[in-house]
């Protein structure tokens, strides 16, 4: 017998037996698919309108109907079921639409950002062994045409291309059709729905396998917890391939409950006020400092916001005084997030005391989330103490895709995801996050690795020696700065900075600042850790920076 698949690695998400049969005892895992809920809503509010974005308003039934012939049309093409399809599309309606249209063909979406590059782009593509690509002819101002192209050139088996918009020598997506009946059924819900990216804290960004079951639950709950109902409207104003306003709840949190979506071509006022006035937005997700921005705007609008009735903040912490103005500026209920495409989400709710909302990043979802907080030899801490938080639980991931090495290092034997995150827990359960253990860098929501970026550096012939380091910022949250020993000949900072960018990445990623040093000057003898070293730049920085 032969394998009809092309993947060498095949998609898998398992949890052992035990906690497969508890889950499902709690009616957290109820057997529901993504092709099946859509199916379900499109019969049930055949009218509501579900997706608004530019001049598109699509009800419940034409977003199924979407679907279902994008998804034929893909199989017509040539795409098989179990097939990995890379999508990177913006705010806009199609994204949903092809999204739909992949669960619907049992194809496994691979979530990219409109900011990911060519370097992304084909690891995404590698790593998960797609073999279609879709992306919009443009988005604010990129010709994702362009990438396409050296994808292709790059990563051979990629053989599809789809384009949202004119096409060029790709194929359309408006042209796809195909028969209905070449449709598969509804997948097993224990499979592998989709695959959505880490920020990735070392090196490159892992892939997340995430089941129909455990995925649906993470935003079925959510709802209940901010309040999205048949009646809401969920406002998209961060990208909506980012996790946060994909689940948490997210648009898939609003179509389950057969809520309208309404996609902001950008995150800032500009964009999202007009629409939040003409659609009336209950609920919308933003990063701390779009808070920050939004609050200071709202006071100075003519639109009318009186609609917006829950403000959700996550992605990076949002310290205390910056809550106090976000809930001043915008007067409404303001709900932290504390969230990681792996799994665990955490929430205050809203009817927590305010100083609980104002100064934690909420407690779990779920009674069956299994939250530790240990020392740095996994023994437990006290409550009120700051240790490493691991988490097991019905949405939380037992492993990457196709990365023995990250799954080494990032969970333990029994299990539990090592997030990274530095916490506190209160009595209450809520957790105060106070930093983190890996050095990855958060600008404004968006995690850049600092092993990724040195590498890229270290690349160029004038760099001797890099260390890249997550600095205070008063905008950001946090930003990068690179400390550059350069070589025999002193590059220009611009230089440096068109070099990353030159190497196909994320301009989110390109350092926001670099400081040239003689030596990594250390009193330490011998060799030290380049985590260590981090933190040493780090704190000379910022002394001298204090001393001036
Ligand atoms: P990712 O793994 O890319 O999905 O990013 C998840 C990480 O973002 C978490 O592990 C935290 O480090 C960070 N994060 C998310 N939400 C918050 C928040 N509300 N406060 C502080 N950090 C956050
Ligand atoms: O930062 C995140 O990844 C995040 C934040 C809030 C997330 O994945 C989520 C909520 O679901």
């Not at 919009?136 to 994808?151: G, H, I, N, S």
């Not at 070392?202 to 079951?213: A, E, V, W, Y």
């Not at 999202?272 to 990063?287: D, K, N, S, Y």
């Not at 068109?498 to 400081?515: E, M």
Request: with cysteine.
């Amino acid at each position: 017998m032969t394998d009809a698949s092309p993947h060498t690695v095949p998609l898998r998400q398992t949890w052992p037996d035990d906690f497969v049969a508890r889950y499902r005892a709690a009616g957290h895992w109820r057997g529901e698919t993504f092709p099946g809920f859509l199916r379900t809503r499109a019969r049930d509010c055949a009218d509501a309108v579900a997706v608004v974005g530019g001049d598109t308003r699509w009800t419940y039934a034409q977003l199924w109907a979407q679907a279902e012939r994008i998804a034929a049309g893909l199989l017509a093409q040539g795409l098989a079921p179990g097939d990995r399809v890379v999508v990177q599309l913006g705010n806009i309606p199609e994204f949903i639409a092809v999204v739909c249209a992949l669960f619907r063909a049992q194809l496994v979406p691979v979530y990219a950002l409109p900011a990911h590059r060519l370097t992304e782009v084909a690891h995404f593509a590698r790593k998960s062994e797609a073999s279609a690509y879709v992306c919009a002819e443009r988005y604010e101002t990129f010709d994702y045409r362009t990438l396409a192209r050296d994808l292709q050139a790059d990563v051979p088996a990629m053989h599809h291309v789809f384009v949202v918009g004119d096409a060029a020598e790709f194929v359309s997506i408006d042209t796809l059709d195909g028969p209905r009946d070449a449709l598969p059924g509804d997948p097993d819900p224990q499979s592998v729905a989709f695959l959505q990216i880490s920020g990735g804290s070392t090196g490159l960004s892992k892939l997340i396998p995430r089941t129909h079951d455990d995925y649906i639950y993470s935003f079925r709950a959510s709802n209940d917890l901010c309040g999205i109902d048949a009646d809401s409207v969920y406002m998209v104003a961060l990208p909506a391939a980012h996790n946060f306003p994909m689940s948490s709840p997210g648009f898939f949190g609003a179509l389950y409950a057969g809520a309208r979506v309404v996609l902001s071509p950008g995150p800032g006022p500009d964009a999202a006020f007009p629409l939040i006035a003409r659609e009336r937005v209950t609920c919308v997700g933003l990063v701390p400092p779009l808070a920050l921005l939004w609050a200071d705007a709202a006071g100075k609008t003519t639109h009318d916001l009186s609609s917006l009735q829950v403000l959700q903040v996550g992605g990076a912490k949002l310290v205390p005084e910056a809550a106090r103005r976000v809930v001043a500026g915008l007067g409404c209920r303001l709900q932290q997030v504390f969230g990681m495409a792996e799994g665990l989400v955490n929430y205050t709710r809203l009817d927590d005391a305010d100083d609980l909302v104002l100064t934690t990043q909420g407690r779990p979802i779920s009674a069956d989330d299994e939250v530790l907080v240990v020392d740095d030899h996994g023994a437990p801490v006290a409550d009120g103490e700051v240790g490493h938080l691991l988490a097991r639980g019905p949405y939380t991931i037992r492993g990457y895709h196709n990365d023995d090495a990250a799954n080494a290092r990032s969970f333990t034997d029994d299990g539990f995801y090592r997030t990274g995150d530095m916490v506190q827990r209160l009595s209450s359960g809520h957790l105060v996050v106070q930093g983190r253990a890996t050095d990855h860098i958060n600008r404004a929501g968006e995690k850049i690795s600092a092993e990724e970026i040195e590498d890229h550096l270290l690349a160029h012939p004038q760099v001797f020696d890099v260390a890249v380091v997550s600095i205070p910022d008063e905008f950001l949250g946090e930003r990068s700065c690179a400390f550059v020993i350069p070589g025999d000949e002193k590059p220009r900072p611009a230089e440096l900075k068109a070099w990353v960018r030159g190497r196909g990445l994320a301009a989110f990623k390109v350092p926001d600042q670099i400081v040239f040093v003689d030596a990594f000057g250390t009193t330490a003898v011998g060799k030290i850790s380049r985590r260590e070293l981090r933190a040493q730049l780090r704190a000379r920085f910022l002394a001298e920076r204090q001393a001036e």
